[in-house]
């Protein structure tokens, strides 16, 4: 009976130390989060609420040691409501320890504005907390193809190209851990969601790519004005006469795509640079998007107003009236009327 007994204890103490090692491994082999990485904690929400719906995000893989670590740690009660931008990969303990330390308040912010460049979000970027410049364009040409592969509306996109176009204009928060790939992941997440199954539907409808899209927005952001509250009808009409001119066979003659390229406003000898980019000499879209464009712009591209013009200018003025043209002699008067 005595042996009975101690084999017994022994395979309760073997029993301890395999739930232990079970346990201590769940808390500490991180998880590579594939979804959107946002979570939000809404005031009022338990552990078991949070717990699930971390589970249901993908964040964590077992509620049942998420809960008892929390339970453990006597953290339960220190939860911050927030909205968390958390890191690609990440464990349970380091998870319970953003969450529980409030370090969604009060984070650095970054501004990508409507027409903003690679370039813009990087100079942005510099002197942000632990960045500095250059460490977003880093970022952006080390990222591997399993960052990319899960992200559909990417598939169309040449793998020349760059992610720009892409980097949804918004405000975005991050921490002091945060890296460059993070608010990429972020800003391409954005995108995905903002981009919505509608909008998809018709640009397959047309016979479009998300590329092509993409890139005429970003063309359209950059020569008109748009209001993102009350944009109006001039980015329709524009991105109308830009396809218009596209299906005659006519150049595009967008001085901001060659702007693009020389980075800096082109003068009368720079219409003749020999560049993809010069669409004055070269038919067609560019190579790809020359600033990330707005919601705006990207409608404005997707759903154009056909119109009789031909010509249109964009005066540079604090409203960036647009005047349009039928023919290239009602051009040439408006330039001599508003640009000179």
């Not at 998420?66 to 953290?75: A, M, N, P, Q, S």
Request: hydrophobic residues 40%; contains cysteine.
């Amino acid at each position: 009976m005595k042996k009975v007994i101690f084999y017994l204890i022994i395979l309760l103490i073997i029993a301890g130390l395999g739930a232990s090692a079970w346990f201590i491994f769940g808390i500490l082999t991180p998880v590579k989060i594939t979804a959107q990485s946002d979570f939000t904690i809404i005031t009022g929400d338990g552990v078991h609420q949070i717990s699930y719906n971390l589970k249901q995000k993908n964040i964590i893989r077992n509620q049942f040691i998420f809960e008892t670590y929390v339970f453990l740690k006597d953290v339960g009660s220190n939860f911050r409501a927030g909205d968390y931008s958390l890191p690609e990969v990440i464990n349970i303990k380091r998870l319970v320890d953003l969450l529980t330390s409030g370090e969604a308040a009060d984070n650095p912010e970054i501004l990508v504005k409507e027409g903003d460049t690679i370039d813009d979000i990087d100079g942005s970027l510099a002197g942000q907390g632990q960045f500095k410049a250059g460490d977003f364009l880093s970022a952006l040409k080390g990222l591997n193809q399993d960052f990319l592969s899960d992200r559909e509306f990417l598939t169309d996109k040449p793998a020349t190209a760059r992610l720009e176009g892409y980097l949804f204009p918004d405000t975005y928060s991050f921490f002091s851990y945060s890296s460059a790939s993070d608010l990429i992941r972020k800003m391409l997440n954005n995108f995905d969601a903002k981009l919505t199954d509608d909008l998809r539907l018709e640009i397959k409808k047309q016979g479009k790519t998300i590329f092509d899209i993409i890139t005429m927005a970003s063309i359209v952001e950059k020569e008109v004005k748009i209001d993102q509250t009350n944009p109006g009808p001039d980015g329709h009409v524009v991105a109308g006469i830009f396809w218009k001119r596209l299906s005659a066979g006519m150049p595009l003659q967008s001085d901001a795509t060659i702007k693009y390229e020389i980075k800096r406003t082109p003068t009368a000898a720079d219409l003749k640079i020999d560049s993809p980019y010069n669409t004055y000499l070269y038919q067609g879209l560019p190579p790809g998007p020359i600033c990330n464009p707005g919601l705006a712009a990207i409608k404005a591209a997707i759903y154009p107003v056909e119109s009789d013009y031909w010509f249109f200018l964009t005066e540079l003025n604090k409203q960036g009236t647009v005047h349009y043209a039928k023919d290239f002699q009602e051009h040439e008067a408006n330039i001599a009327k508003y640009l000179k």
